[in-house]
């Protein structure tokens, strides 16, 4: 059985991202204050004690507080949004590309015209549209809008399995429709759909945050969007209170860049061409590593048998 070698870059990541998971989820319950609660004056400097550690904000509250509880919230609308667009662009992308006919043409034309409508506008417009918005809601819709360009690439790259020699072998020995999708072709795009996700997480905490900035962000709770909107609004920067918008504005930094990097290092162990490439360097060998893009799961099937030029015989 080989053994997966994950690269110093995968596990900085996962560092990364597990630091961001423990403030998120283990900060509120280390810091005991309440993110509402006034413990000082407007925009009162970084002092003694873990409640004023980062200084209060335009209330008087805590702003280490409202980070980890910000950070928190931030997190749950990016998974959440992340876990319905990878599932709503996963299922549409299967069907499309393994059926094939009218119905790849009905779900590719909705696709084209989701892709035509920019995200952030229609994202916008149902935040305004909506009285209460709840951090859930805001999960929804970002999730709802965030699909397409993952259905696309899905599409791709199952129209392409279909074609294999297994899927035949499957069909004719009965398997269901159903037991074909689950069994023989989601399988091999199951790489593809991790590092997605990852990249759907990553929208959707930006996403929220840029709602936030527009005065569109949960109601009822904190994050660290709606931590730089009110921070903004009160002047933070004309004053020079760096602490009520700065902690926020490196947090989602920190977020969005560890997310990447953790994609683009699982890009580097699912891809064999990718991690050919970084053994033979190791080993000092003559390979090359390859600058293109990844070739996506299943697209070997589609390469033609290389045609021998005619040389009109040897002299």
């Known amino acids: 059985m080989k ?28 810091v005991s204050t309440d993110p509402d609660a006034v413990i000082g004056g407007l925009y009162d400097p970084p002092g003694g004690g873990l409640a004023t550690l980062l200084g209060t904000d335009n209330e008087g509250q805590s702003v280490l507080a409202n980070l980890v509880y910000g950070t928190r919230t931030s997190l749950v609308v990016g ?97 269901s429709w159903v037991s074909i999708l689950a069994r023989d072709v989601l399988p091999y795009l199951l790489s593809y759909v991790v590092m997605a996700f990852v990249l759907q997480v990553s929208g959707a905490i930006l996403a929220e945050a840029a709602l936030s900035l527009l005065g569109l962000g949960p109601s009822g709770t904190t994050s660290l969007g709606m931590m730089l909107y009110w921070a903004l609004q009160w002047g933070s920067v004309r004053t020079g209170a ?36 970084r053994l033979a360097r190791r080993k000092g060998g003559l390979a090359v590593a390859p600058t293109e893009a990844p070739v996506p799961v299943g697209a070997t099937a589609m390469v033609e048998t290389p045609v021998h030029a005619v040389t009109g015989g040897g002299r």
């Open 79 to 175: 998974l959440v949004a992340g876990l319905i667009a990878s599932a709503i662009g996963l299922v549409l992308g299967l069907v499309a590309g393994y059926q094939g006919g009218v119905v790849d043409d009905v779900i590719a034309g909705v696709t084209n015209v989701a892709l035509a409508i920019p995200s952030i506008v229609l994202i916008i417009l149902l935040g305004i549209a909506l009285n209460n918005r709840s951090s859930l809601a805001l999960a929804l819709i970002i999730g709802i809008t965030s699909w397409p360009w993952m259905a696309r690439s899905i599409r791709a790259q199952s129209s392409s399995i279909r074609a294999r020699e297994h899927i035949d072998v499957a069909r004719l020995s009965g398997a």
């Open 3 to 30: 053994t997966v070698n994950l690269t110093p870059r995968f596990w900085v990541a996962a560092g990364l991202v597990a630091f961001t998971l423990v403030v998120g989820l283990i900060g509120p319950l280390l």
């Open 242 to 277: 760096w602490w009520a918008f700065l902690p926020p504005t490196a947090m989602l930094t920190l977020i969005a860049f560890s997310l990447l990097l953790l994609q683009s290092s699982l890009d580097e162990v699912f891809n064999p061409r990718l991690r050919r490439g």
